[in-house]
């Protein structure tokens, strides 16, 4: 099994390992890279991103571990940057630049309302910030807050075009008192205008395991019926496991992997040397 995650949070922002030690875990591991992916600074404090004043520390030892790990891991430099709305955010090419960054991670994990400035339903963390967030931000009207999820999604990969898209459909995670079902037909739509938006943009779809292993959510974000869609529209995909612990580096992994063999996944999308590539996702599974 040839290893690998380009999603992987440090003490930087809410991870719970510095660079160094997640890349003495990966050699244990055997894994073949490692692409640290912290969340970037967003123009407000938070509790889960990096803060702006801590990013060239944070491309400093990125760059000190891949000059000491060099000929045994592959490590990468990338960031998890949150798409808030055109000029709400850092642009994700002034990222880009100012990290010199391998590739960039695009996520939306904050709302925003369009008639309420500033204000931003947070669909991450405790579920108790999804009820909150949804009745204070978008007065409980669930359908025009999730259709705005995936149109902020859109235009992210528009306008700030990300490597690869982060945990598509976690709007689903915290829905714990059912207010929507993703079998509504407004709800599919929104998915399936979303996955035209990528695929005409060669962005790559992560196949996100964190939800699985960490006891969140029953599938894979996106879930499979996604993940087949993709398959369908030709979308790249790869796996990431979304660690904030070093004891979760390959968490669910494997799983992952054989799920999209039944789903007829024959590409899987790898980062190697300087840029993304498709190879065949049984030379991930022989570890050829």
Known sequence: MQYFSYHTH???????AGV???CQRALALNMSAIGFSSHAPLPFETAWAMKFENLLSYVAEVASCKEKYKGQ?????????????EGLSLPFNVLRKLAKLDY???AVHLVANPNMPNEFWFLDGPSTNYEQGLNQVFGGDVRA?????????????LLQKPDVVAHMDKVVMNDKKGYFSESD?????????????????GAIVEVNTRGIYRGKYHTWFPNRTVIERCIELDIPLTISVDAHHVDELVSGFHEA??????AG?????????RSWKQIPIDDVVSDK
């Open 104 to 106: 960039i991670l695009g």
């Open 185 to 201: 037909a407004w709800y599919q739509q929104a998915v399936e205008d979303t996955l035209q938006v990528i695929a005409a943009s």
């Open 10 to 16: 440090t003490l930087f922002c809410d991870g719970k």
């Open 265 to 273: 996944c024959r590409q899987i999308s790898v980062f190697k040397e």
């Open 145 to 157: 807050a999730v259709e705005q999820y995936y149109w902020q999604m859109r235009q992210m990969v």
């Open 73 to 85: 891991l592959h490590i990468y430099r990338s960031l998890e940057a949150d798409y808030l709305g």
């Open 20 to 22: 160094e030690e997640i």
């Open 257 to 262: 992997l054989l799920m999209l063999k039944e």
